[in-house]
């Protein structure tokens, strides 16, 4: 899921190419200027139902300055996943590339199964999202104001993220990261984490994030963030 692929008119340039898994499809999601080859990835059909948070939801384009790589512009160009108005516990609503999540992310908050990992049951796959820990508008006030020291504490919401582990990868810019230790319920899903940004500061740690599974770079599983409410 989220893996690159290359669609029809641009597969023909190449020798051999791959296919997107069964049960996805090569999806553009964004043409760039100066690049002659559409940016697509293997996401869910656009009626499927079996919609998770995480999903990217927008298309767009690119207008290049290669002079100044930062000075790029990205424009939205149409919609085709997660089409609810607002926040919702029950539908999915498409999150702006401007908070941080290039193509637009698929959002549904937690409700209390979510909350309790109803959905993971031992020898059945795992599913596809998992209530993990998201910023919410208190860790923009952090970053705006720089005043860490009060609001940080706070900043920790409870919201749904694409579940991962050592065998099921995050899309592009997210890294797995474990669950606290002190999220009421982390046993039942051991080993299981949640995919978050690389630049969310709660993450970026000198000696490594915190992955799901054991590893000798891993952070330390006992680096909790405290109880957290939801986004």
């Known amino acids: 899921m989220a893996m690159p692929c290359l669609m029809p008119d641009d597969a023909r340039r190449f020798g051999a190419t791959w296919q997107c898994g069964g049960g996805t499809v090569c999806t553009p999601l964004a043409t760039a200027s100066g690049v002659h080859t559409a940016l697509a990835q293997c996401l869910l059909p656009t009626d499927s139902p079996k919609m998770f948070s995480g999903h990217p939801c927008l298309t767009g384009s690119i207008a290049s300055n290669p002079s100044q790589p930062f000075n790029d512009r990205y424009k939205i160009t149409g919609q085709f996943a997660a089409f609810a108005p607002t926040f919702s516990r029950t539908a999915y609503t498409c999150r702006p590339p401007k908070i941080g999540v290039p193509a637009g992310i698929a959002y549904r908050a937690c409700d209390d199964k979510d909350r309790s990992f109803a959905a993971f049951k031992t020898g059945k796959p795992m599913p596809s999202e998992i209530c993990g820990m998201v910023g919410g508008k208190k860790f923009d006030t952090c970053v705006a104001t720089n005043n860490f020291d009060q ?81």
């Open 151 to 231: 609001c940080l504490g706070g900043a920790v919401n409870r919201g749904n993220r694409p579940a991962c582990s050592a065998d099921h990868f995050c899309r592009e810019d997210y890294m797995c990261q474990s669950l606290p230790p002190d999220t009421p319920g982390a046993a039942k899903v051991k080993g299981i984490g949640y995919c978050s940004p690389t630049y969310f500061i709660f993450q970026m740690r000198i000696d490594n994030h915190a992955t799901p599974w054991a590893s000798a770079t891993s952070a330390p599983r006992d680096a909790g963030f405290g109880a957290a409410e939801e986004e």
